[in-house]
């Protein structure tokens, strides 16, 4: 005779009991896994739906451009502002130079131009060109950002919305610039600035255009946002480290900042709101959990108390108080673990459910992996396991540790 | 092995009062001898012979068995002392209900080794006559099936001291005989027994019975033999 064979023996003959018992813990587990995975799938739709209007944030004001200006040491500031562009030129390989230092911090996003007014002899009127290329990707930087202006492909053409409207030009159809024909990739909308009468086209056909094989006259930047009290100064002082005193650098425009604070303000306010979803979800588990370890830790202690007479009978024949702390812990600790993985296998699939009904009315899906949580297994099964096996042990513990005769005589 | 109880007194609280159920009681009980303790209801049998079983310490007082005080020895001690030389016939018979009639008769095992447990056990049904019964559970039997097993139990490790306390109580004169024959084939192989009882048949097969009353042991009488 052995403690494990006594434990299977009771548990055979109070099937019932037991079963009342693994079923209580299962639906007690069963529904505090469930309700955490509720609540987790609420908070990933919350941060998915934030992350998704910081996103439209970023397309919405994109069309705000660029901040940041690096521009030849020679550009009179004055002609600048007069023309919106200078006419001296730099070399493309000053774009390379930056994208490939590992010290620009405070930047993102370098586009280098070549912009001109010029003659579309083919309309008889002025324009002002703007040959762009893609945005020269950094060499040590992972995650790239998207790029706030897609490049011009070969061959296209983009231009503006008051040029469109006036030389009634229309997405698509071929258009000859300056004896070149192009197709016209799109019209941008009004954007109330010198860009309403801008032509795009890809920086290479630029150059050759305008006979300057190899010459920028402005980067393009955004200025990250992530500068601190004078922003402007850091940049200055990062690109004059890179590039010394070969550029001038200039901040274009406070719409890109006031871009930027919307995008920090959105980014605040989904933060703020999500840290009081985890705050509120987290009083709710908790309190949860206080409830759960309530039930379970009161029907092991029932069970465990109710059988003191045993407990005496044993002591009595002779069994020592740690033969019968392990045949009540033991039962404990196996309606726990069973409890528990029962629990959690019903949990999930309660879950998941409850999860697939939030799912059909949002847009935002998730999958089991998304809400799978293992330390949310672990945090269940040792809890369980341990809060069983305590409420076992407390009555077992205290009924073995008295005199026999008092317990018998008590039952 | 010798059963020495010296000056014993228990009292215990009930309410606010103090009860008294043993009071300065000293006994000796030799080893192949069998004492019967007789005495009315609330007399304090029970309780002394609990004392002296170990299951409930005295107020005052000692219990010795071969010299060695039980209740000087730390609980787990004296559990595995119990296990090895005293076996405990309750009235209540005390079994376990979720074990068989042999898983009962085994469960001594639980606390002491013994070589050949499953022989003497198979050897104690066949004595008591609970072959056709052996795998039933406690429910399915009657008392004095049941009594049977409880002493089958309490012999299992062929103890030197045997405690029953009124055995008989619940039982017809058949079962009491069966009963008290194997407690007596047990004292005539050298063990030491106490039998608690109020049936003059079951103290007459003891070698001296002891009155008790108001918690003491009154008389003292040698039983005749035939």
């Known amino acids: 005779m052995n403690v494990p064979q006594l434990i299977w023996l009771e548990i055979l003959y109070r099937k019932l009991s037991f079963a009342q018992a693994l079923a209580v813990l299962v639906v007690a587990v069963a529904v505090s896994v469930s309700t955490v995975l509720v609540v987790r799938s609420h908070q990933l739709k919350a941060e998915a739906h934030v992350a998704q209007l910081n996103d439209e944030i970023r397309k919405i004001t994109k069309n705000m ?48 131009s070549l912009i001109r007014k010029v003659r579309w002899r083919e309309h008889d009127r002025d324009v002002i060109l703007m040959g762009v290329s893609a945005v020269v990707p950094w060499t040590h930087r992972k995650n790239p950002k998207k790029p706030l202006e897609p490049a011009v492909p070969e061959g296209k053409i983009i231009v503006g919305a008051v040029l469109a409207e006036q030389l009634n030009l229309k997405a698509g159809q071929e258009v000859v610039f300056r004896g070149e024909k192009l197709i016209l990739e799109k019209v941008y909308p009004s954007r109330g600035s010198s860009d309403d009468i801008t032509v795009w086209i890809d920086l290479a056909k630029a150059q050759e255009m305008l006979q300057l094989p190899g010459r920028i006259n402005m980067i393009q930047a955004l200025e990250c946002n992530c500068a601190s009290i004078d922003r402007l100064g850091e940049v200055r002082a990062e690109i004059a480290g890179v590039l010394g005193g070969d550029v ?5 425009s406070s719409i890109a900042l006031a871009r930027a604070e919307a995008r920090e303000k959105v980014k605040a306010q989904g933060a703020a709101s999500l840290d009081q979803m985890q705050q509120h979800a987290t009083k709710q588990t908790v309190l949860l959990a206080v409830a759960v370890s309530a039930i379970i830790g009161l029907l092991m ?6 059988r003191r007479y045993e407990i005496g ?35 999930f699939a309660m879950g998941l459910r409850a999860t697939a009904n939030l799912a059909a009315e949002s847009q935002i899906q998730l999958s089991a992996g998304d809400l799978f949580v293992p330390e949310l297994v672990a945090v269940v099964m040792v809890a369980t396991i341990f809060l069983t096996a305590l409420a076992s042990w407390i009555p077992a513990v205290t009924a073995a540790t008295q005199d026999p ?5 008590q039952e | 092995m010798n059963l020495d109880l010296t000056k014993i007194t228990l009292n215990y609280q009930r309410g606010e009062h103090v009860v008294r159920a043993v009071h300065d009681v000293s006994l000796t009980v030799a080893a192949g001898e069998f004492v019967a303790i007789q005495g009315s209801s609330g007399a304090g049998k029970s309780s002394l012979l609990l004392v002296a079983g170990g ?9 010795k068995i071969e010299g060695q005080d039980l209740y000087e020895q730390p609980s787990e001690q004296r559990a595995a002392f119990r296990a090895k030389h005293i076996g405990i016939i309750f009235q209540r018979f005390h079994l376990l209900p979720y074990l068989s009639v042999r898983q009962n ?26 072959e056709h019964r052996s795998q039933h559970q406690p429910s399915r039997l009657s008392a004095g099936e049941c009594q049977r097993v409880a002493t089958a139990r309490a012999l299992l490790a ?18 009491s005989a069966i009963v008290l024959d194997a407690i007596r084939a047990a004292v005539d192989a050298g063990s030491a027994a106490i039998l608690v009882t109020h049936d003059e048949q079951a103290a007459a097969r003891a070698d001296r019975v002891l009155h008790m009353r108001d918690s003491q042991i009154t008389t003292s009488e040698q039983v005749a033999t035939e």
């Open chain 1, 248 to 252: 001038q650098v200039i901040e274009r």
């Open chain 2, 105 to 130: 008769i085994l469960t001594p095992t639980l606390a002491v080794s013994l070589p050949d447990a499953e022989v003497r056990a198979e050897q104690l049904i066949a004595k008591f006559g609970l």
């Open chain 2, 55 to 63: 299951l409930l310490r005295p107020t005052e007082g000692q219990v």
């Open chain 1, 405 to 409: 005769a008092v317990v018998l005589s």
């Open chain 2, 158 to 175: 062929n103890p030197k001291v045997i405690l029953a306390d009124e055995p008989t109580g619940n039982l017809d004169r058949e079962n």
């Open chain 1, 65 to 112: 451009g660029f901040n940041i200006d690096i521009l030849p040491k020679e550009v009179n500031l004055s002609d600048l502002y007069a023309n919106d562009f200078g006419e001296a030129t730099m070399p493309f390989d000053l774009v390379k130079r930056l994208a490939d230092s590992r010290e620009i911090v405070t930047i993102n996003h370098l586009r280098p």
């Open chain 1, 301 to 306: 202690f029932i069970n465990a108390r109710q």
């Open chain 1, 313 to 347: 009978i044993l002591r009595a024949i002779g069994a020592s108080t740690r033969q019968i702390i392990l045949l009540f812990v033991g039962k404990g600790l196996l309606l726990g673990f069973t409890g528990a993985i029962l629990g959690c296998l019903a949990g």
